[in-house]
């Protein structure tokens, strides 16, 4: 795989204190890439990926409560963000893993202690149980992984994967201001919207205005909502429960009580699935824990570094009182 290239940025976008963003090139795909700088040179790797019409800001805050633990990157997923189309229009689950992979190739970043929140959970999963190699820690919030039972709550978002039914919502809704939306997105994503700064919801009403702009902002959104339904009806090998429970990476499982896009009592069965897992439940978070309580989501992160530290321990002392 040929190293990647940067390219500049071609639309402004935020970017927080101790942030930086620049493009990667590479085949067939570029990819907006938020990093801090880290705070000594021996860190371990982290990558982030968003969820269905989010970006790597939703990683912002955990970023900054992660600082001195790892080496933090986010990436923006082919069509969000500051990230263009991919060059083959393939908005599939498979298609976003295919370009995370490329990206941790091409970097020569991994092993990565990889996060996924909602799409970016299935995204991940995925990743982790084709490419083991490329995985240290998997932390999945609120994964969009398949539901028999999907929550009433839910079903706008898998609609917007009907073909038609975008462009429809478009012509319905042209009216609205990107401040009524914005409201509409945290009344569905935060267990508690007035957890929300009037800053921090400024900066969501000015990136959902230039986002608006793009001119494939809502055919990357139908196509990825259409990816995440044809992944759930997969079945075998390819099924998302099949690859969940293929992950040998120590998993971290969040989920908030509060949730209205991924069920609450998914959490036992995707403790059950992954085979190395530990499970943080949030009663009072929604869809988005790393943003509502992102010092809780660091917290639970560290604590599984430490297990996984003394697992490492246990596992030496054995070896070496075997070998004596």
């Known amino acids: 795989m040929p190293a990647a290239s940067v390219l500049p940025r071609v639309a402004p976008v935020r970017v927080g204190e101790g942030e930086r963003l620049r493009s990667v090139g590479l085949p067939g795909v570029t990819l907006a890439i938020r990093s801090r700088r880290p705070v000594r040179e021996d860190l371990p790797p982290a990558l982030y990926v968003h969820g269905l019409g989010g970006s790597s800001q939703n990683w912002s805050s955990l970023m900054a409560e992660l600082d001195g633990v790892v080496d933090s990157e986010a990436v923006d997923l082919p069509g969000f963000g500051d990230s263009p189309p991919p060059d083959d229009g393939d908005y599939s689950v498979t298609g976003h893993a295919r370009a995370v992979i490329r990206y941790l190739d091409a970097a020569g970043r991994g092993p990565v202690h990889l996060f996924g929140n909602s799409l970016g959970g299935a995204v991940t999963t995925r990743v982790a149980a084709v490419r083991p190699d490329l995985v240290r820690t998997l932390t999945l919030v609120s994964p969009a992984l398949p ?21 429809l919502f478009t012509r319905l809704t042209r009216e609205w201001t990107a401040e009524q939306r914005v409201r509409g997105v945290l009344g569905l994503c935060y267990g508690d919207p007035g957890r929300v700064s009037p800053e921090a919801f400024g900066h969501a009403v000015e990136e959902l205005e230039r986002r608006l702009r793009q001119p494939y902002f809502w055919d990357a959104m139908a196509r990825s909502a259409r990816g995440i339904v044809n992944a759930y009806t997969l079945g075998g090998q390819h099924g998302l429960w099949r690859q969940a429970e293929r992950v040998l990476a120590p998993t971290l499982l969040i989920y908030g009580g509060r949730d209205q896009l991924v069920g609450f009592r998914m959490a036992h069965k995707a403790a059950r699935a992954f085979r190395d897992s530990r499970l943080l439940t949030l009663p009072d978070a929604g869809h988005v824990a790393m943003m509502e309580y992102p010092d809780v989501v660091a917290d639970g992160f560290r604590e ?8 490492a321990e246990g596992a030496a002392t054995v070896a070496a009182g075997a070998g004596s």
């Open 147 to 167: 539901e028999l039972r999907i929550q009433r709550t839910a079903v706008p978002t898998g609609l917007l994967g009907v073909p038609g039914i975008a462009a």
């Open 304 to 311: 599984l570094l430490a297990q996984r530290a003394d697992a």
